[in-house]
């Protein structure tokens, strides 16, 4: 079945930078397209980066563009997302998502603190 498994996230100062990466399997990963979503205390999930099928196509919310930087690997099943100069307002919990002939599927996510 579909499996989608993040890592990466923890502790980092205004500033800072981290790599999620999240390893996807059951399913034709290079066929695709792949997104990050967050969710921070209080709010509602929002759509952070998403990447089509091949990697040549790659798009960011307002909030994140010119920061965070969505990259995959069809070799190795993964999609990361490098996130520079972070900010408070970053803080949230990280998922993965993949949308497969109408059907959502979700990592359990990974918290990326930003703090001093």
């Known amino acids: 079945q579909v499996r989608l498994v993040e890592s990466g996230g923890g502790l980092v100062q205004p500033g800072g930078s981290l790599r999620l990466s999240c390893a996807a399997s059951?399913?034709?990963?290079?066929?695709?397209?792949m997104s990050w979503y967050r969710q921070a205390p209080g709010k509602e999930r929002e759509l952070v980066a998403g990447i089509d099928s091949s990697g040549s196509s790659t798009g960011y919310a307002d909030s994140v563009k010119g920061r965070f930087t969505i990259i995959r690997d069809n070799y190795k099943n993964t999609v990361d997302l490098q996130m520079d100069s972070l900010k408070p307002e970053d803080t949230a919990v990280y998922y993965c998502?993949?949308?497969?002939?109408?059907?959502?599927?979700w990592g359990k996510g990974t918290l990326v603190t930003v703090s001093s």
């Open positions: 059951g399913f034709t990963f290079s066929g695709y397209s």
């Open positions: 998502h993949l949308n497969l002939y109408g059907i959502n599927y």
